[in-house]
Every structure is written in structure tokens, then in C-alpha cells.
């Protein structure tokens, strides 16, 4: 009965109960390894940042489940991973990164076509690059997909990835605007990564001999690597679901209030336990917010920041939950440190809203102003409750206890390190962070 019900959840028909979940070629496309290995090299160098000392590891690292380990971390002005990040003197950040660093387990199945915790990145057929992004009709042509696209965006964000105002080229482009096209940032990137001639002979291979590395060239090879790096779909629920294996009878209790009386399954649904749509469920909000520079508020919209409809205000992306175990801290941004923490919120999220205490986010070096500024606005908090499209669940101390064990049942454990795992250098020789 409870395959039964977890098949039915995720859209499948129970003729099919003793037939195995679609095969990983059917759901993740594939690549060359030529390609997948120069993603690879690419996504741990910090030649892609502006000052050199940021690579997209820094928050998506393996040993910190493809995330920073952090509520809100500190990209460009940071040294260190996760926890032990701290604050460079010489070059401190001006504020931290706005939302919580998302996972990246499955990003490459052919599902995922939406990106970011507000979706501003998404796979649209209609336009000319194929994609919706922020730059509208500046997109470049040549991604692959919106996921090759998101993988590409941090290197703009002066927080992130590109430095401060004018400290560097890349900043310097990005302060002026120049985005695209020659001269703009992602040329300038573009023309680091020819310049070194490891990477050089590997988009050679590739493409042939003589071709040019653009900027498109970098983000395909990235997203043909997390696709192959990060695919997480051998956790025991997936046995349990190809071959019966059982589950602990924890888990299987968990799975059935999962996928019913908890009603986790209204938004958490599909393969990977996402409907990749968006929701607003009271999450608070702490830190700078999702603001341009000229904004001084610090709050989050979500969603209604992308398509400017009040009804979107606070909704964002349903996250995955495989590997769900290894991504804390939790939220769009990183309110909650702790697994039990975000499940309990989500019993009675107005009142968990209202009772937030932001010593529980998992903050690194810095004691920056706008921290808690937010949540200290009753005005701002009741918009927040406002939004909000959860009604209560009443669940006992054992039921949320049952649900934990399920979300663990999602962890792919071997998928942990990766399948290329961390290199030891890569060709600009700037140093890895392991």
C-alpha cells in the first residue's frame, strides 16, 4: 500500500508498480567526458571570478552537500569554507549573499528547466537564446539550456563573484553595464580561460582546432558537468520504489504522512520531490534582502521581484529534497539551521514566522547591520504572514520524527563526493579550495 501511494504521488500509474523508475539516460542527457572534464576544472577555478579567489565551489562544495554550509555566505572579500569562512581585511565584502546557496543534486535531469530560488532563470522555447533571463533581448546565444545559463549568472553578481564597483575588469564591465558582446564580462572570462592553454586544447578537442572559446563554450561544459557530477537518484527510496528494497519501518511511516495526512506532497511531489513551482510559506527572512544597491529595504519578494504580480510577493521555488539530509541551512534565506527546524516550520508557518528567533541561522565571520533589520519590522513580518498559503498541520513529536527519517531514506550517500570528486589544481594554478 505504501509503494502503492508514493507511485500514485510521484504520477505513476500502479500498472507500472513492478517496473523501474525511468533510467538515468531517459532523465539526465549526456555528454562527452571531454566536455564534462573541462566543466569540471572550470567550476573549482577561481580564474572565473573577478579578483581570482572565488570559484563556484566556494558555495557549492561537495564536503558542504553542493552548498556553503552557510544561512548567508560571503562570496568576493571571503576566505576559507563554510563555517571557517572569514572576512578578508584588505578586501572586505560589502554585505552578504542575499539568499542561501541552493543545492545543486539533479540540476541536469530534463525536468529541471526553471532556476534560482525566484526563477528568474527559466527554458523558454519563445525567445531567440531559447532562454528567459534577466538580460531579455542582451542574452547571448548558444547556451545549451537555462541550467548552462544560471551557472553563469554569480560571475556578474559583485557579491559573489565579480568584485567590488571597479576593483577589476570584470567588476568594471559589470558596473558599466557591459554584460555581453565584446569587451563585456563574460568576454573578458571568455578570454582568461584561452588565454591558458590547457583549457585551450580541451575546447580544441571539443569544438576543433582553431575554434574560439566564448563565453557559451565555459557555461555548456559546466552544466555538462553538474549534470554528471551531482546526480543523486540511487537513495534507498529509490530502490524501494525499482525493487521493493524496504525501507525502516520509520521511514515508511514517514513516507505515508509524506504523502498524506502531512500533505508534504502538495508541493514536494514528482521524482525529486519538487513541483517546480512557487509557494509562499511564511519563511523569514533575514540579511540584506534581494535588492538593487539603490534600495534600502531588506526585504525578499520572491517571486513577485521577477514577474512584478502582487500575488507572487514571497513565493519561491519548491527545492528538491534529495540529499535533503547534506543542504542545511534551509529557506531561501538560510533561516532555519537544522532539518527538524524548516519541518516543524512548516506545521503552523505563520506562528513559527512570528516566533523566530535568528539566533538559529548559521551565520560565518562579520556582524553586518542588516542581519536581523527585517524581522525586527512588524510591518514587514505581517506581510510576510500575509502571503502565506499553508494552512496548519497538527502533528505529534513521533510523526515529525517519522518524517525526518523519510527525508533521509532521499540521500543518495555514494553521490556525496561527486564522481570526479575535488581536483588537486587545476590550469590557471590557482590554488583549490579541498
Same mark, same amino acid.
Given at each position: 500500500?505504501?509503494?502503492?501511494?508514493?507511485?500514485?504521488?510521484?504520477?505513476?500509474?500502479?500498472?507500472?508498480?513492478?517496473?523501474?523508475?525511468?533510467?538515468?539516460?531517459?532523465?539526465?542527457?549526456?555528454?562527452?567526458? +571531454?566536455?564534462?572534464?573541462?566543466?569540471?576544472?572550470?567550476?573549482?577555478?577561481?580564474?572565473?571570478?573577478?579578483?581570482?579567489?572565488?570559484?563556484?565551489?566556494?558555495?557549492?562544495?561537495?564536503?558542504?552537500?553542493?552548498?556553503?554550509?552557510?544561512?548567508?555566505?560571503?562570496?568576493?572579500?571571503?576566505?576559507?569554507?563554510?563555517?571557517?569562512?572569514?572576512?578578508?581585511?584588505?578586501?572586505?565584502?560589502?554585505?552578504?549573499?542575499?539568499?542561501?546557496?541552493?543545492?545543486?543534486?539533479?540540476?541536469?535531469?530534463?525536468?529541471?528547466?526553471?532556476?534560482?530560488?525566484?526563477?528568474?532563470?527559466?527554458?523558454?522555447?519563445?525567445?531567440?537564446?531559447?532562454?528567459?533571463?534577466?538580460?531579455?533581448?542582451?542574452?547571448?546565444?548558444?547556451?545549451?539550456?537555462?541550467?548552462?545559463?544560471?551557472?553563469?549568472?554569480?560571475?556578474?553578481?559583485?557579491?559573489?563573484?565579480?568584485?567590488?564597483?571597479?576593483?577589476?575588469?570584470?567588476?568594471?564591465?559589470?558596473?558599466?553595464?557591459?554584460?555581453?558582446?565584446?569587451?563585456?564580462?563574460?568576454?573578458?572570462?571568455?578570454?582568461?580561460?584561452?588565454?591558458?592553454?590547457?583549457?585551450?586544447?580541451?575546447?580544441?578537442?571539443?569544438?576543433?582546432?582553431?575554434?574560439?572559446?566564448?563565453?557559451?563554450?565555459?557555461?555548456?561544459?559546466?552544466?555538462?558537468?553538474?549534470?554528471?557530477?551531482?546526480?543523486?537518484?540511487?537513495?534507498?527510496?529509490?530502490?524501494?520504489?525499482?525493487?521493493?528494497?524496504?525501507?525502516?519501518?520509520?521511514?515508511?511511516?514517514?513516507?505515508?504522512?509524506?504523502?498524506?495526512?502531512?500533505?508534504?506532497?502538495?508541493?514536494?511531489?514528482?521524482?525529486?520531490?519538487?513541483?517546480?513551482?512557487?509557494?509562499?510559506?511564511?519563511?523569514?527572512?533575514?540579511?540584506?534582502?534581494?535588492?538593487?544597491?539603490?534600495?534600502?529595504?531588506?526585504?525578499? +519578494?520572491?517571486?513577485?521581484?521577477?514577474?512584478?504580480?502582487?500575488?507572487?510577493?514571497?513565493?519561491?521555488?519548491?527545492?528538491?529534497?534529495?540529499?535533503?539530509?547534506?543542504?542545511?541551512?534551509?529557506?531561501?534565506?538560510?533561516?532555519?539551521?537544522?532539518?527538524?527546524?524548516?519541518?516543524?516550520?512548516?506545521?503552523?508557518?505563520?506562528?513559527?514566522?512570528?516566533?523566530?528567533?535568528?539566533?538559529?541561522?548559521?551565520?560565518?565571520?562579520?556582524?553586518?547591520?542588516?542581519?536581523?533589520?527585517?524581522?525586527?519590522?512588524?510591518?514587514?513580518?505581517?506581510?510576510?504572514?500575509?502571503?502565506?498559503?499553508?494552512?496548519?498541520?497538527?502533528?505529534?513529536?513521533?510523526?515529525?520524527?517519522?518524517?525526518?527519517?523519510?527525508?533521509?531514506?532521499?540521500?543518495?550517500?555514494?553521490?556525496?563526493?561527486?564522481?570526479?570528486?575535488?581536483?588537486?589544481?587545476?590550469?590557471?594554478?590557482?590554488?583549490?579550495?579541498?
Amino acid at each position: 500500500m505504501l509503494r502503492t501511494t508514493a507511485l500514485l504521488a510521484l504520477g505513476l500509474p500502479i500498472a507500472v508498480l513492478a517496473d523501474p523508475l525511468p533510467s538515468a539516460n531517459a532523465v539526465f542527457p549526456a555528454a562527452s567526458q +571531454v566536455e564534462i572534464e573541462l566543466g569540471w576544472q572550470l567550476f573549482y577555478d577561481p580564474i572565473l571570478s573577478g579578483n581570482k579567489t572565488v570559484s563556484c565551489a566556494t558555495c557549492h562544495h561537495p564536503r558542504l552537500g553542493t552548498g556553503d554550509g552557510l544561512s548567508l555566505g560571503l562570496g568576493d572579500g571571503g576566505t576559507g569554507l563554510g563555517t571557517d569562512r572569514i572576512i578578508d581585511a584588505q578586501n572586505p565584502p560589502e554585505q552578504r549573499i542575499p539568499r542561501n546557496a541552493p543545492a545543486l543534486w539533479n540540476l541536469g535531469a530534463v525536468e529541471f528547466d526553471t532556476f534560482f530560488h525566484d526563477g528568474r532563470l527559466q527554458d523558454d522555447p519563445s525567445r531567440p537564446s531559447g532562454i528567459r533571463t534577466p538580460l531579455g533581448t542582451e542574452m547571448e546565444m548558444g547556451f545549451d539550456n537555462a541550467l548552462a545559463a544560471q551557472a553563469m549568472f554569480p560571475v556578474l553578481s559583485g557579491d559573489e563573484m565579480a568584485g567590488h564597483y571597479s576593483e577589476n575588469d570584470v567588476a568594471q564591465a559589470v558596473r558599466q553595464g557591459f554584460i555581453t558582446g565584446e569587451g563585456g564580462a563574460w568576454d573578458i572570462l571568455a578570454q582568461r580561460v584561452a588565454a591558458l592553454p590547457e583549457y585551450r586544447a580541451g575546447f580544441e578537442t571539443l569544438n576543433g582546432a582553431g575554434s574560439n572559446i566564448a563565453f557559451h563554450d565555459i557555461a555548456n561544459a559546466m552544466a555538462a558537468f553538474i549534470t554528471f557530477e551531482w546526480r543523486a537518484d540511487n537513495s534507498p527510496f529509490d530502490a524501494y520504489l525499482r525493487d521493493g528494497a524496504p525501507l525502516s519501518d520509520d521511514a515508511s511511516a514517514g513516507m505515508e504522512l509524506f504523502y498524506g495526512k502531512a500533505n508534504c506532497s502538495s508541493c514536494h511531489a514528482g521524482l525529486f520531490q519538487t513541483d517546480h513551482d512557487f509557494h509562499a510559506i511564511a519563511m523569514p527572512q533575514i540579511g540584506p534582502g534581494k535588492a538593487a544597491r539603490f534600495e534600502r529595504h531588506n526585504r525578499d +519578494v520572491g517571486r513577485g521581484r521577477v514577474t512584478g504580480a502582487e500575488d507572487d510577493f514571497y513565493r519561491f521555488r519548491t527545492p528538491s529534497l534529495r540529499n535533503i539530509t547534506e543542504t542545511g541551512p534551509y529557506g531561501h534565506g538560510g533561516a532555519y539551521a537544522t532539518l527538524e527546524a524548516v519541518v516543524r516550520h512548516h506545521l503552523d508557518p505563520v506562528s513559527a514566522l512570528n516566533a523566530y528567533d535568528a539566533t538559529q541561522a548559521l551565520l560565518s565571520d562579520g556582524d553586518f547591520t542588516n542581519d536581523t533589520t527585517l524581522m525586527q519590522n512588524g510591518t514587514e513580518v505581517a506581510a510576510i504572514a500575509k502571503a502565506n498559503e499553508l494552512d496548519p498541520v497538527d502533528l505529534n513529536d513521533a510523526e515529525v520524527a517519522s518524517i525526518l527519517a523519510f527525508l533521509a531514506a532521499l540521500t543518495d550517500y555514494d553521490s556525496l563526493n561527486g564522481r570526479l570528486g575535488v581536483p588537486k589544481s587545476v590550469p590557471s594554478g590557482i590554488p583549490v579550495d579541498q
